[in-house]
């Protein structure tokens, strides 16, 4: 059991779109549709953003959507704001009742 | 509205047993809908999945851990716990108690408490 594979960092500029991907394998991302994704600001808990692949929460922006293609699921953020700033951390359903994290992913709004 | 809250020891000399608690309030841990789960952050480092527990006792754990981790749950407490053995210093780390909605998504955290590992 590996842990997903996120970029280390992305940023973009107000107004704009960013898209963080996460790679995994046949025997998590790929086979099943059970990938989530949080939002962490520095020095507080994650924050569910999305669940299943793409759907959200309540009370959770629709500038937030995930989607998922073969192994790889992807989080894209739009209309970028400067309270978006925090790490991103992807997760999945590996079978057998275990879940495998991915490395996380700095968001800089620049 | 449920919060999840940890607690336990902030310091753990190595080769001894870490042991947090999590207190469930606003929300019963006997729901047959959710299940509880353990996860870890190095500092400076991605969150790591410990494991879960369902209230009637069934565990699932991390491969990696299996070996040193223990899962529990009081529902006469309305808390579910956490053991881990024979630590090292790779074992410091913020540790949140949260909430599976069944899913595998994490719905509710704990706010995590950091146990550090050191002599």
């Known amino acids: 059991q590996s842990a997903l594979t996120q970029p280390r960092s992305v940023s973009g500029s107000p107004g704009q779109s960013v898209t963080i991907s996460c790679t995994g394998t046949?025997?998590?991302?790929?086979?099943?549709?059970?990938v989530s994704w949080y939002q962490q600001h520095p020095g507080k808990a994650p924050k569910l953003m999305i669940y299943?692949?793409?759907k959200r929460p309540s009370g959770v922006s629709d500038r937030f959507s995930g989607s998922k293609s073969g192994n790889t699921a992807s989080l894209t953020i739009s209309g970028l704001q400067a309270e978006d700033e925090a790490d991103y951390h992807c997760c999945s359903y590996a079978g057998r009742y275990t879940v495998v994290f991915g490395g996380g992913t700095k968001l800089t709004v620049l | 509205q449920l919060q999840l809250q940890e607690s336990g020891p902030g310091l753990v000399k190595p080769s001894e047993t870490l042991s947090l608690i999590c207190t469930v309030s606003g929300g019963s841990i006997s729901s047959t809908n959710y299940y509880w789960g353990w996860i870890r952050q190095p500092p400076g480092k991605g969150l790591e999945w410990i494991g879960t527990i369902y209230y009637s006792g069934s565990t699932y754990y991390n491969p990696s851990l299996k070996s040193r981790v223990t899962l529990s749950v009081d529902t006469s407490k309305n808390q579910f716990s956490l053991k881990l053995s024979s630590v090292t210093a790779a074992d410091t780390a913020v540790y949140y108690c949260?909430?599976?909605?069944?899913?595998?998504?994490?719905?509710?955290w704990g706010q995590g408490t950091l146990v550090t590992v050191s002599s």
């Open positions: 299943d692949v793409s």
């Open positions: 046949s025997s998590d991302v790929g086979d099943y549709n059970y």
């Open positions: 949260a909430r599976d909605a069944g899913g595998y998504d994490l719905d509710y």
